[in-house]
């Protein structure tokens, strides 16, 4: 087998020129446009393709304990989920509703479930790994202002290493199949 390069924005449809048993993504639906998310359920439904798709982002951020901006950075983060990621307007936080749209539209039956990340006191690096890129997705989208994103983060941090940091991602995972005949 050899490994080759796609644009997955441009030439989706190149991905199935070779025999496909199952469509699989991951933490990748929240960064395509609905057009794009359109075009592959067309294509995996005129194959008669299983879709499964894990991680998508579903807009739940749950920090404990709670920070007087975190509701901000929260929103900031939703508002830059949504930006174009190479795709067109990224779906963000709507995905996983939007792709189980997608696919029933198209005559697939859908499984979904959460696939949330918990996140401990215990998870002091990826904690602040998220959180960095959450401080990050805000700066990007300019609110708040930047020494109240940097105030947060600094707060945050001092409690990931002290060890009272916990935090939630909500994530989706969905299995869609084709029912009867189309």
Same mark, same amino acid.
């Given at each position: 087998m050899t490994a080759v390069p796609i644009d997955l924005s441009r030439d989706l449809e190149v991905v199935f020129d070779n025999p496909t048993d199952l469509i699989t993504t991951s933490a990748? @639906?929240?960064?395509?446009?609905?057009?794009? @998310?359109? =075009?592959?359920?067309? /294509?995996?439904?005129? =194959?008669?393709?299983?879709?499964?798709?894990a991680l998508s982002?579903?807009? =739940?951020? /749950?920090?404990t304990p709670a920070e007087p901006l975190d509701r901000l950075i929260v929103d900031a983060v939703n508002r830059h989920q949504r930006t174009d990621k190479g795709f067109?307007?990224? @779906?963000?936080?709507?995905?996983?509703?939007?792709?189980?749209?997608?696919?029933?539209?198209?005559?697939?039956?859908?499984?979904?479930?959460?696939?949330?990340?918990?996140?401990?006191?215990?998870?002091h690096a990826i904690?602040? /790994?998220?959180?960095?890129?959450?401080?990050?997705?805000?700066?990007?989208?300019?609110?708040?202002?930047?020494? /109240?994103?940097?105030?947060?983060?600094k707060r945050r941090r001092e409690l990931i290493a002290a060890g009272r940091s916990s935090l939630r991602v909500g994530h989706v995972d969905l299995l869609a199949r084709l029912t009867g005949t189309r």
């Open positions: 990748l @639906l929240d960064l395509v446009s609905q057009d794009w @998310l359109n =075009r592959l359920a067309v /294509e995996a439904v005129a =194959r008669r393709l299983p879709v499964y798709a982002y579903d807009g =739940r951020l /749950e920090l067109g307007p990224a @779906l963000g936080p709507s995905a996983a509703k939007t792709a189980i749209a997608a696919f029933e539209r198209v005559g697939y039956a859908v499984t979904h479930g959460s696939a949330d990340w918990d996140l401990g006191p215990a998870d904690q602040t /790994e998220v959180q960095s890129g959450w401080a990050a997705a805000a700066r990007g989208i300019g609110d708040p202002p930047h020494p /109240e994103i940097v105030d947060w983060l």
